[in-house]
């Protein structure tokens, strides 16, 4: 039974095979793909947006920054290139 005070009563507890994570999410794998895209970083680009334009929901910005270990999504720097991977390797690892 959970205490309705609780301060973990509305996290999430994900399980990877036997391994269970309260209240955070395993990382996305990150080694580099074929099908990866590249993106050449300019002024007044988002990590949403480009969630959007590669991948075609704004939801999933938190691929972009997994897979380019971006700690702080609103600094993304000019010029960096960033690695986009497929919309299909992520939907797989997703649903994995």
Known sequence: MTDDRSRYRD????????TQFFGARQRLDATPQPD????????GDRVDLLAAQYLGDPTLWWVICDVNDIAFPLELLVGTT????SLERVMLELLD
């Open 11 to 18: 996290c999430i507890i994900y399980q990877d095979g036997e």
């Open 36 to 43: 990866d895209r590249f993106h050449l970083v300019v002024d």
């Open 82 to 85: 960033l690695r986009i991977p």
